[in-house]
């Protein structure tokens, strides 16, 4: 199991911190009203549900895009969120040093959000369901990506997978999982192309580090 580093020290204490604090609040005052506006929601379009009168959802704002990663529906969802952040983000903030490692995980969060509203808003104009976005699973997606690439060889064991497998052979696999999931709408009630966004963001930020991508960095690095 690795050491706890810093940051991840720090973001998993501020969700943890957050859940909680919630759930004692709940208890003493009505607190739906204001925990909604900083969960994701689709934007308004015209002719969605979200424009038509009499609906009463908050909407989007651009705020949401970074707190939604704090909120979690369920002890068993922060728990599975948290162990993943500890697990893989650890090993990655201290190959990468923490400023590196912040930047990435707002990135790949950030990333998740976008296509994650993009997906929903699509969905909300066909007359679909307007429904919320939590969760840091799309910035663990990201570190997921990244644990693949800079430990592609180590071996991982899980719970729900108790075979060895190589981390860059799983990240593959649950990358397409997440895919043909998302497509087929198997599963409801899961983000999965936040899922999705947060391993693509993390790709091309990671790329971009490397000097892969078309625009430059100041220096390479890593390879």
Known sequence: ????????????????????????LARMI???????????WPVAVEG?????????????????LVTYGFLHGSNLHLLVNMFALWMFGSQI??????????????FCLVGAGVAQVLVTTMETAGGGAVYPTIG?????????????MMFPN??????????????KYFVVLY???????????TQSGVAHFAHLGGMFFGLLLIQFWRGKL?????????R
């Open 1 to 24: 199991m690795p050491p706890l580093s810093r940051i991840v020290g720090v973001l998993l204490a501020l969700n943890i911190g957050i859940y909680v604090g919630i759930f004692v």
């Open 30 to 40: 009505d607190l739906n009203g204001v925990t909604e506006y900083f969960a994701l």
């Open 48 to 64: 969605s549900r979200m424009a038509r009168p009499g609906y009463a959802g908050p909407g989007f704002w651009l705020w949401q």
């Open 93 to 106: 903030e201290r190959l990468w040093g923490s400023t590196h490692f912040l930047f990435y995980y707002f």
């Open 136 to 148: 840091a699973s799309g910035a663990v997606f990201g570190l997921l990506l990244a644990f693949g």
């Open 154 to 167: 180590v071996k991982l064991v899980l719970l729900f997978f108790p075979v060895p497998i190589k981390a």
């Open 175 to 185: 990358g397409l999982l997440e895919l043909t999931l998302g497509v087929t709408g």
């Open 214 to 222: 078309p625009w430059k960095p100041k220096y390479i690095l890593y």
